[in-house]
């Protein structure tokens, strides 16, 4: 028998750590190890992952010499901030000349964060001249913080991006007298000095305890025989080596719920839609634009960072989320749930305990209402009702739904319920997922505005146990399509393991040159090399703000060579079904405009528009617009050809211009200029980036509308 490439992600959450091991080569679930996470032992989190890793090798005869990859998300960054388990910071601001050393020594002085919980990163503050940084110098202002408390040091200099040159200086002293050091121009290139520091520090605060557990977790997993690296998952939905997680271990806040949106779009083809994650007792609720999920700044304590995570809503209404009843009335679903309760799911209980059941009201926790149901079951015990049994009275769940209880059980709990409150069971079962809708809603239209999602192609993508019971009833409700795929109880864990190395460079460069766009783009690979992706499987896409004159790259990268087959490659027919579904027409309605050895590229006729489509040979939606045009060409004449369709694609709105989105396919290549508002900076960024490959290639040009 040949040997297998395994790769195994393990999720940290809330209540179970799970690992999941996938066969490389035919994208099956080979195995499953999952524990209690460990909140409370003395190695933390990382305990229940080496657990949980252990136990999925040995429980499925999984060798150490098959695994390929193995990664892990972790909690521990946002933990140690909510909880406050944080090291006191040292900062040595750094400035040159005396007008901008007046400035810095103001802007590296931070005060102590507040970290929105009550609790502190304290800081102590030092500053230097350029002209001053002498070792000794250097020295005495690392002893002087050390014996001040500081565990941790921050070196931050005016304009450091730069030039990095005197901030790598004090982290070499700091690391001579055994303290770790964040490098604040390491962290992001970005301008703004005083975001800048206050990030560098939220990292340093929580770099002796995740240290400590990085290194405990990388030996013993290295005990075990793997000798692959060992990745982390990020809050941006990228992994990374652990050397670099040691570094900046800020990248690692959400990546929970990252984890499960990369696991969901590897499984399902969805380009532009809402994702969910649906737990116990919370659901996470975030985007997909163009194939991937929007990041955007973490707020902490309510300061602003440049730590890129997804842009994520959290609300306090899930699968477990218990309801509320007052005055012959359902008041309200949640924020407690049955986990917090410590009570069972009536949809979960023997339907035999309910005869004699009485129904009674209850006070979670000593500062909540005291109008939370409950029922009293006839062996002394209670449990209480949630979403998830209305949803099972209603059978809006699928055969094999993670969510799916006792029928007869929901039944019998829910009928004392309605009798509460004057309705009919299904009213009754009706009315706590509505409130329930009612909280989703509104978190799903302002997404849908604030990244300009076209209604008519947005679907909602369910991830976790109990996405069943919240997305199907808000997707009817809504009137959105949706799709929860398989394996939705470990899909964390599965986007873990399928997940891909994802570096990003962001610099303030007003009116920037194709060159200086090249040249970020070309930096973000090789950020991303370095962070363990291989040269050939590397994407790199960009955003320009020009308002904020900040431009940024996005590398994304496999950490192999031969990517995991997700699926067979699609034939033409099955393109444009796909397609056609995208817009919900028919398949006569679809135009094939080329073929190429990479995707399908079609436009599809929808009312007055014509739709735009560029599938990959795989199936998924990669470019997915609603208007616009497409033109062959070859390398040589891209640039020239794009002058062409370039007004005739911009819109006007009285006198404002906005210009297209362009995409450039070659081959098995497609370059993503989506995020570049002008002609000259496109033309000049195909020159540059197709000059490798034959004058006489053909290429394809898709240029998009972008509306008001």
């Given at each position: 028998m040949?040997r297998?490439s395994i790769?195994?992600?393990i999720?940290?959450g809330?209540?179970h750590t799970k690992a999941?091991?996938?066969?490389n080569?035919?994208?099956q679930?080979?195995?499953?190890g999952i524990v209690m996470?460990?909140?409370?032992?003395?190695?933390g989190?990382?305990k229940?992952?080496?657990?949980?890793?252990?136990?999925?090798l040995?429980?499925?005869?999984?060798?150490?010499?098959?695994v390929?990859?193995?990664a892990?998300?972790?909690t521990?960054a946002t933990?140690?901030l909510?909880?406050?388990d944080?090291?006191?910071?040292g900062?040595?601001g750094?400035?040159?000349g005396?007008?901008e050393s007046?400035?810095?020594?103001?802007?590296t002085?931070?005060?102590?964060i507040d970290l929105g919980?009550?609790k502190y990163i304290?800081?102590s503050n030092?500053?230097?001249?350029s002209?001053?940084?002498t070792q000794?110098?250097?020295?005495?202002?690392?002893e002087?913080?050390?014996k001040d408390?500081a565990?941790?040091?921050?070196?931050?200099k005016?304009?450091?991006?730069?030039?990095l040159?005197?901030?790598?200086?004090?982290?070499?002293?700091a690391?001579s007298?055994?303290?770790?050091?964040t490098?604040?121009?390491?962290?992001?290139?970005?301008?703004?000095?005083t975001t800048r520091?206050?990030?560098?520090?939220l990292?340093?605060s929580?770099?002796?305890?995740?240290l400590e557990t990085a290194t405990?977790?990388e030996s013993?997993?290295?005990?075990?025989?793997?000798?692959v690296?060992?990745?982390?998952?990020r809050?941006?939905?990228?992994?990374m080596e652990?050397e670099?997680?040691k570094?900046r271990?800020?990248?690692?806040m959400l990546?929970?719920?990252?984890?499960?949106?990369i696991g969901?779009?590897?499984?399902?083809r969805?380009s532009n839609g809402i994702y969910f994650?649906?737990g116990?007792t919370?659901?996470?609720?975030?985007?997909?634009?163009?194939?991937?999920?929007?990041?955007?700044?973490?707020i902490?304590?309510?300061?602003r960072?440049y730590?890129?995570?997804l842009?994520v809503?959290?609300l306090g209404v899930?699968?477990g989320?218990m309801?509320r009843?007052?005055?012959?009335?359902?008041?309200?679903v949640?924020?407690?749930?049955?986990?917090?309760?410590?009570?069972g799911?009536?949809?979960?209980?023997?339907?035999?305990?309910f005869?004699?059941?009485?129904?009674y009201?209850?006070?979670?926790?000593s500062?909540d209402p005291?109008?939370?149901?409950?029922i009293?079951l006839?062996?002394g015990e209670s449990?209480?009702?949630?979403n998830?049994?209305?949803a099972?009275?209603?059978?809006?769940l699928?055969e094999?739904?993670?969510?799916?209880?006792?029928?007869e059980?929901?039944?019998?709990?829910?009928?004392?319920?309605?009798?509460?409150?004057?309705?009919?069971?299904?009213e009754?079962?009706?009315?706590?997922?509505?409130?329930?809708c009612?909280?989703?809603?509104?978190?799903i239209e302002?997404?849908i505005?604030?990244?300009?999602?076209?209604?008519?192609?947005v679907v909602?993508?369910g991830a976790?146990?109990?996405a069943?019971t919240l997305?199907?009833f808000t997707?009817q409700?809504?009137?959105?399509?949706y799709?929860?795929?398989?394996?939705a109880?470990?899909?964390s864990?599965i986007?873990v393991?399928?997940?891909?190395?994802?570096e990003?460079?962001?610099?303030?460069?007003p009116?920037?040159?194709a060159?200086?766009?090249?040249?970020l783009?070309?930096e973000?690979k090789?950020?991303a090399?370095?962070?363990?992706a291989?040269?050939?499987?590397i994407?790199?896409?960009l955003?320009?703000?020009?308002?904020?004159q900040?431009?940024?790259?996005?590398?994304?990268?496999?950490?192999e060579v031969?990517?995991?087959?997700?699926?067979k490659?699609?034939?033409e027919?099955?393109?444009?079904?796909i397609?056609a579904q995208?817009?919900?027409?028919e398949k006569?309605?679809?135009?094939m405009?080329?073929?190429?050895?990479?995707f399908?590229?079609?436009?599809?006729?929808?009312h007055?528009?014509?739709?735009l489509?560029?599938?990959d040979?795989?199936?998924?939606?990669?470019v997915?617009?609603?208007?616009?045009?497409?033109?062959k060409?070859t390398v040589?004449?891209?640039?020239?050809?794009l002058k062409?369709?370039?007004?005739?694609?911009?819109?006007?709105?009285g006198?404002?211009?906005i210009?297209?989105?362009?995409?450039?396919?070659a081959?098995?290549?497609?370059l993503d200029?989506s995020?570049?508002?002008?002609l000259?900076q496109v033309?000049?960024?195909?020159e540059?980036?197709l000059s490798?490959?034959?004058p006489d290639?053909?290429c394809?040009?898709?240029?998009?509308?972008?509306?008001?």
């Open positions: 040949s297998r790769r195994i992600g999720d940290v809330g209540t999941v091991a996938i066969d080569n035919t994208n679930i080979v195995g499953k996470t460990t909140h409370f032992h003395e190695s989190v990382a229940g992952v080496v657990e949980a890793f252990e136990k999925c040995m429980e499925n005869d999984i060798k150490p010499d098959e390929i990859f193995i892990h998300s972790t521990q933990n140690a909510l909880e406050g944080v090291a006191k910071v900062v040595i750094i400035g040159k005396f007008l007046m400035m810095a020594k103001k802007q002085h931070i005060e102590n919980t009550g304290e800081i030092e500053f230097m001249r002209k001053d940084m000794e110098a250097i020295k005495d202002k690392i002087s913080l050390i408390g565990r941790v040091i921050v070196a931050s005016a304009f450091g991006v730069d030039d040159t005197e901030e790598k200086e004090v982290a070499k002293e690391e007298q055994g303290k770790p050091c490098l604040a121009s390491d962290i992001t290139k970005l301008y703004g000095l520091t206050r990030t560098a520090a990292n340093a929580i770099l002796p305890k995740m405990s977790t013993s997993v290295r005990s075990t025989g793997v000798t690296p060992l990745m982390i998952m809050g941006d939905g990228g992994v652990i670099e997680m570094k271990p800020i990248l690692t990546s929970g719920p990252a984890a499960s949106v969901a779009l590897m499984y399902l969805a994650e649906v116990g919370s659901t996470n609720i975030g985007v997909i634009k163009n194939g991937r999920p929007s990041v955007d700044y973490s902490i304590g309510g300061h960072t730590v890129n995570s842009d809503r959290v899930a699968g989320s309801v009843a007052s005055k012959g009335k359902i008041v309200d949640g924020p407690r749930s049955a986990h917090i309760a410590n009570m799911y009536a949809a979960f209980t023997p339907p035999e305990l005869d004699g059941a009485k129904l009201y209850m006070q979670p926790r500062n005291k109008d939370y149901v409950a009293r006839n062996n449990v209480t009702i949630t998830t049994c209305a099972n009275v209603l059978g809006i699928k094999g739904d993670y969510a799916q209880g006792n029928y059980s929901s039944l019998k709990a829910m009928k004392l319920l309605a009798e509460e409150v004057n309705m009919t069971v299904e009754a079962a009706r009315a706590i997922l509505t409130k329930a009612e909280k989703i809603q509104p978190v302002e997404l505005a604030k990244y300009k999602l076209e209604r008519d192609q909602l993508v976790g146990g109990g069943g997305l199907t997707a409700s809504m009137g959105f399509k799709q929860i795929p398989e394996h109880d470990v899909i864990s986007g393991a399928l997940a891909m190395v994802r990003m460079v962001e610099r303030t460069i009116n920037p040159t060159r200086d766009i090249a040249e783009k070309k973000a090789e950020l090399m370095s962070s363990g291989v040269e050939d499987t994407e790199v896409y955003e320009i703000d020009e308002q904020a900040k431009v940024t790259a996005i590398a994304m990268g496999s950490t031969k990517t995991t087959d997700l699926m490659n699609c034939k027919d099955e393109a444009v079904e397609g995208s817009v919900g027409v006569s309605s679809v135009t405009q080329a073929v190429t050895s990479g399908f590229i079609m436009t599809i006729i929808n007055d528009d014509q739709a489509r560029v599938i040979k795989k199936g998924f939606i990669k997915q617009r609603k208007n616009g045009n497409i033109m060409t040589k004449s891209a640039p020239e050809a062409g369709i370039w007004d005739q694609t911009s819109s006007f709105a006198e404002v211009r210009n297209p989105d362009v995409y450039v396919v081959g098995s290549k497609m200029y995020g570049v508002p002008e000259v033309a000049g960024l195909i540059a980036e490798d490959r034959d290639e053909e394809i040009l898709v240029v998009a509308k972008n509306d008001l």
